[in-house]
């Protein structure tokens, strides 16, 4: 007979949440850091277990049955964070996953396809939206894992590599790398505008978002540009010297670069490089995705097949 762990499928307490919390704190990796150093390691998500049975709002049931095994991440590609859960796509799995901090456990999006191209973007009332490039229509879904949008090029032709969110308008901002084409796409997920092709930096690599800034990395200039999606601000370059950038994160005032050339992590102030360590100073092999909220850096690591967290100090 198969035995449940204890208050399996019950409502989580005030108690018992600040007893989980407390748990994941010490879950943190055994790594020192020098004091008033920048990045400080925090803890890592390897996978957790799964629900098999949640209500439309992605709360658990009631049923004894829905907490289900435990299932460690294959290939964590790309990562992003919610006020209230994170969300990871891992095409080793072959699935979306939405992960409950409180709970310890996460829930696959039904029908929500993941590949090698695959990218995420989160909006604050906790959804989530996935492109995956080619011809497939980028996807908003709810917490509760049901779809609520299809976002499409205004172009039958072009396509969206990589999707962002604008935080404060619920604006969508889709980048096709192949043709360097922007698109802002409205709330609703239709009446696309094609951003002037010179705001966008030559080789368009990949792209974040916070509340004033829209970034995109470019290839051919080896620089990150920030630019101002409503056009009083124009575009400055705010990054430079890059190799190979393979994700980006910003948020709180932090711009997050992953130089998989220089084998580094970039971290920006307001505009000042504080910090450029090593990926091997972090244990981390080859970071393909980031995110950043309440200074905390999430980073999608693949090769080490986690997700792995630093606190930034101003």
């Not at 308008?169 to 409205?186: A, N």
């Not at 972090?282 to 606190?311: C, E, S």
Request: charged share 20%.
């Amino acid at each position: 007979m198969k035995l449940l762990a204890p208050g399996a499928g019950k409502p989580v307490s005030p108690t018992r949440r600040r007893l989980l919390l407390a748990a994941s704190a010490a879950l943190a990796p055994g790594v020192r850091a020098a004091p008033g150093a920048v990045v400080v390691p925090d803890r890592s998500y390897v996978g957790a277990r799964l629900l098999q049975r949640t209500g439309p709002a992605g709360m658990p049931g009631m049923r004894p049955d829905t907490f289900g095994p435990m299932t460690m991440f294959v290939f964590p590609l790309a990562v992003a964070v919610t006020p209230m859960d994170l969300y990871v796509a891992d095409p080793g799995l072959g699935a979306l996953f939405r992960y409950d901090p409180v709970l310890d456990a996460m829930t696959a999006i039904p029908g929500a396809r993941v590949t090698q191209q695959s990218r995420i973007a989160s909006l604050p009332d906790g959804s989530v939206v996935l492109s995956n490039g080619g011809n497939v229509p980028a996807r908003r879904y709810d917490r509760g894992g049901l779809p609520r949008q299809t976002i499409e090029p205004q172009n039958g032709l072009a396509s969206y590599d990589d999707v962002v969110a604008d935080p404060n308008s619920g604006r969508f901002y889709g980048l096709d790398r192949v043709q360097g084409r922007l698109e802002e796409i409205m709330p609703h997920g239709r009446g696309g505008t094609v951003l002037p092709p010179g705001l966008l930096p030559d080789l368009p690599q990949a792209m974040a978002m916070d509340s004033r800034w829209l970034y995109v990395a470019g290839r051919a200039c080896g620089c990150v540009v920030a630019i101002d999606p409503f056009g009083t601000r124009g575009k400055e370059v705010v990054a430079e010297d890059l190799g190979n950038v393979t994700a980006l994160a910003a948020g709180d005032g932090w711009l997050v670069v992953a130089d998989g050339m220089e084998r580094q992590l970039r971290i920006y102030r307001d505009g000042t490089l504080r910090a450029d360590p090593g990926f091997a100073d972090l244990r981390l092999v080859n970071p393909q995705g980031m995110a950043v909220m309440n200074r905390l850096l999430y980073v999608a690591d693949p090769g080490g097949r986690r997700i792995a967290t630093f606190r930034l100090n101003p």
